[in-house]
């Protein structure tokens, strides 16, 4: 028989970039995450629902409202929960300043952590120079990363035949291509300099799909990475620390355990019989 576990508290939880309605949001993962994960403030940082892909063809399985469900629960159950809107669901910031059913729509925010940093929290967007002046080569960019993330899904099938556990070959992808990686270093950059203008002691922010928590020139570099591809978040500790969650792996790790549970219990009792 198992037995649930009461779910993880943190001080606060930030999320971004799983993408509700489209087919690489790992949905049922967040669910996974959510069931396990509680926080006094959640954060959902932009592109939250693609409303870009959306509007080319409508895409919305039970999972991904069970997943609205959950983050409205996780209020009724007295959780702070900000939405800070990105490029994929900027429709949204037509709406800040106004509250949708405990949730509190705003264009940024500044969280204070346990141990007083100051930081910035925003999608990102607004400092990626090729979603603000080049829409068209964004959209070109997003069909090619959905070309991408659908080649994960065959893959990882294969590699979980073969017993090995998730690879993002996007993410891979996009680690060794040069340009890509001078413009996430680029994007960094910018991001902490943001936080230094606005006298924050750093950011938090979300966009490129690439989760980090670095220390650049005093400016502390918070990236929650994303729900796609590598299936991360942010949790505060009440101590003010910061981690990176990595999901996947979570998961997959007690998965493995419950699975080698089973068998031991069926073992003791084919013994005993």
């Not at 959640?42 to 892909?53: K, N, P």
């Amino acid at each position: 028989m198992k037995h649930e576990t009461e779910p993880k508290r943190y001080r606060t939880i930030f999320l971004s970039d799983i993408h509700l309605g489209t087919r690489g949001c790992q949905a049922e993962l967040l669910l996974d995450f959510l069931k396990h994960n509680e926080a006094d403030t959640i954060y959902l940082i932009g592109d939250i629902i693609d409303g870009w892909r959306l509007k080319s063809g409508w895409y919305w399985p039970q999972a991904h409202n069970d997943v609205v469900q959950k983050l409205l629960r996780q209020v009724r159950k007295g959780s702070r929960m900000l939405y800070v809107p990105g490029n994929h669901d900027e429709f949204a910031r037509d709406f800040a300043g106004t509250v949708f059913g405990g949730v509190e729509v705003v264009n940024h925010a500044y969280h204070v952590t346990g141990d007083g940093k100051r930081l910035l929290v925003v999608h990102g967007d607004q400092f990626d120079m090729v979603v603000q002046h080049a829409r068209w080569l964004a959209w070109l960019g997003d069909w090619a990363y959905s070309v991408a993330l659908w080649s994960n899904i065959w893959v990882n099938r294969a590699r979980h035949a073969m017993g090995y556990h998730y690879w993002s070959l996007s993410a891979w992808a996009k680690l060794k291509v040069k340009n890509a990686v001078n413009f996430i270093s680029a994007y960094e950059t910018t991001l902490a300099e943001a936080a230094r203008r606005q006298q924050a002691d750093g950011v938090v922010c979300g966009h490129i799909h690439h989760a980090a928590i670095r220390e650049m020139n005093g400016i502390l570099y918070v990236n929650t990475g994303d729900f796609v591809e590598s299936c991360t978040a942010i949790g505060e500790h009440p101590d003010g620390r910061l981690e990176i969650i990595h999901w996947q792996l979570t998961a997959e790790q007690r998965r493995l355990a419950e699975a080698a549970a089973e068998e031991r219990a069926q073992a003791v009792t084919k013994a005993a019989a």
